[in-house]
């Protein structure tokens, strides 16, 4: 446990000895107080929960990128990879701790939001149980697709192309969502043209029904609805963590697989 | 203590470690000599841990490093060719971090860090960032974090890479001194440092071990004749055929004649037979001075170019 403590703390503190740490501060807090305000000044009221669904809809296409490209292709540029797996902690404690160190990144970027909720509290403005739900929804998207960056990061040593396998992911779940009605549909009267199955139009409907639902289902952000109107469930933070232990697991055996076959 | 056994590595179809096996014993200091590409890196990087050998087994202190690598592990200090160093973290806070890493207790981390920046004199450079150090000093800020932990058995991948010539003889001194109380691989391509140091001797070529011994007897058994190399100001013809009358010479050649009658001779000899005296004597008798005498013992060059390069590279004085 201390190990894993260890490498998430140096982690953490490595994104505050270079620019990067501040950059991804300065544009989270400069977006949230974009959006605070213009809701302000256009609609007389604050909304920070719903500031931080903008942010994840289309911000987290560039910060999570940021914030997990140099997680493993920057040991492995510098050869530091080198003193982790010498070291007595096993793969799977250099991944969480890594993922961890990242994690708490984000949960200080997060946490930089109260201010937000701190003014609207002081101005007596609307507070109500959906912005606890947008945080928690916020924090678990985050979580995962964090994963899904320290994922990318152990693919390659080069850390844009880090990043831009990260922002490809995360696109493409938000992408497979704009289109999963369309594609849908698309499927349905293709089948009902070929018609080569001989299938009823009820049926057409429920194969089309059933791809939109299918491309609908990896995409985190869909999640989210629910708790962003204050509805608690268990299941979207369970598919979250999911997700994150998911992409854990498969960057850990990445780099078991590289040990195998390296060079 | 390191038992290394039938180890094969393959990179794809490259084979870089071919069935090797050795051990190293306790207290040891044991060298690891081989041209670029031979497979010495790998070797160290799969008995560390870092790597997974295709076949063979490697166990430390009778851990086995990939059944139980925590154990191993824990045993293993580690300076990689490059020393792995957080660019970012000053020497001091990289080697907390190493010690919080490697499972140093608390209330020791102070007093070994103290101890290991001493040994390897970076106290100095404590506070600098590791950016900012030179060659020389990164090379010690990673031998001073293989040293954490006080793990048993101490791999070097090059220690004395990219130092300057007082450093050099000190990195020496101390892995000397810690020989005496960790058991140490060195790897080396700079052979008078190896014969130096080093108890015993792997030499690796291609993947293959080429000989291991210690540096004395690989002397004694790859030297068929000892040489002699003699400087003499005298006529060339009449030197050579005086010094073939010497019992026990077998042969001798100028293989230099230089400005004002000064010729270089090689003189071959029956190894039990010491000709130095005989040599000398015939010289004076003649009134021929030698300017210079010296033998030719193959040195661990001759045996490494010998075993590791094409036949007629061994024959190069």
């Known amino acids: 446990m201390h190990r894993i403590q260890a490498i998430a703390r140096r982690d953490f503190l490595s994104y505050y000895k270079s620019p990067i740490g501040y950059v991804i501060l300065a544009i989270f807090v400069l977006v949230n107080g974009f959006l605070f305000s213009s809701n302000l000044l256009s609609y007389r009221y604050a909304d920070v929960g719903g500031q931080l669904m903008a942010i994840s809809s289309i911000l987290f296409l560039i910060i999570i990128p940021l914030m997990t490209m140099r997680t493993f292709s920057e040991e492995r540029r510098n050869g530091t990879e080198t003193l982790l797996l010498t070291s007595p902690a096993s793969v799977a404690e250099v991944v969480i701790g890594k993922y961890l160190g990242t994690l708490y990144m984000f949960l200080t970027m997060t946490a930089s939001s109260l201010i937000f909720l701190v003014i609207t509290v002081l101005f007596d403005g609307n507070v109500d149980i959906k912005i606890l739900g947008s945080y928690i929804g916020f924090i678990f998207l985050g979580a995962a697709y964090l994963a899904i960056g320290v994922f990318a990061s152990s693919v390659t040593e080069n850390q844009v192309i880090a990043a831009v396998i990260t922002f490809s992911i995360i696109f493409g779940l938000m992408l497979a969502d704009g289109i999963a009605s369309i594609a849908g549909s698309m499927m349905s009267t293709f089948l009902g043209n070929v018609n080569l199955f001989g299938l009823t139009d009820l049926q057409l409907d429920k194969i089309g029904q059933a791809i939109t639902d299918g491309l609908r289902w990896p995409n985190p952000t869909t999640r989210l609805a629910n708790l962003e109107s204050g509805i608690f469930e268990l299941s979207p933070l369970l598919f979250f963590l999911s997700l994150a232990a998911l992409f854990l697991f498969l960057t850990g055996r990445i780099i078991e697989k590289r040990r195998w076959s390296q060079k | ?317």
């Not at chain 2, 990087?45 to 063979?56: E, K, P, R, V, W």
């Not at chain 2, 580690?78 to 140093?104: I, Q, R, W």
């Not at chain 2, 140490?184 to 993947?207: F, Y």
């Not at chain 2, 003699?230 to 230099?256: D, F, H, M, S, Y």
């Open chain 2, 1 to 317: 203590m390191i038992e290394i056994r039938n180890l094969t590595k393959y990179y794809g179809d490259n084979c870089a470690v071919n069935d090797i096996s050795f051990t190293v014993n306790k207290g040891e200091i044991l060298g690891f000599l081989g041209p670029n590409g031979a497979g010495k890196t790998t070797t160290m990087n799969i008995l560390t841990g870092y790597l997974s050998a295709t076949s063979g087994k490697v166990t430390i202190n009778g851990h086995d490093i990939l059944e139980e690598p925590q154990e191993a592990k824990k045993t293993i200090g580690y300076l990689p060719e490059n020393p792995p160093l957080y660019l970012d973290m000053t020497a001091l806070e990289y080697l907390k971090f190493v010690a919080e890493l490697k499972g140093v207790p608390r209330a020791e981390r102070a007093k070994q860090i103290g101890e290991v920046m001493r040994l390897v004199r970076i106290t100095d450079m404590a506070n600098r960032l590791c950016k900012n150090l030179s060659k020389g000093y990164r090379q010690r800020v990673g031998f001073a974090q293989a040293l954490l932990g006080n793990p048993d058995v101490l791999v070097l991948d090059e220690p004395t890479i990219g130092l300057d010539p007082k450093q050099i003889i000190e990195i020496r001194n101390l892995i000397r001194d810690l020989g005496k109380r960790h058991t140490i691989i060195l790897s080396s391509h700079i052979l008078p440092e190896v014969q130096a140091i080093c108890e015993r001797v792997v030499i690796i070529n291609k993947g293959i071990i080429a000989a291991i011994d210690t540096p004395e007897n690989l002397s004694r058994s790859f030297s068929k004749a000892s040489r002699l190399q003699v400087l003499v100001q005298g006529p060339a013809k009449e030197l050579t055929t005086k010094l073939r009358t010497i019992p026990g010479v077998k042969n001798a050649e100028v293989v230099l004649e230089k400005e004002g009658g000064i010729q270089q001779l090689v003189l071959e000899s029956d190894p039990e037979v010491d000709v130095r005296k005989s040599v000398f004597f015939v010289l004076a008798d003649n009134r021929w001075p030698i300017l210079e005498m010296r033998s030719l013992d193959p040195t661990l060059e001759d045996i490494f170019l010998q075993v590791t390069g094409p036949q007629t590279a061994g024959r190069r004085s």
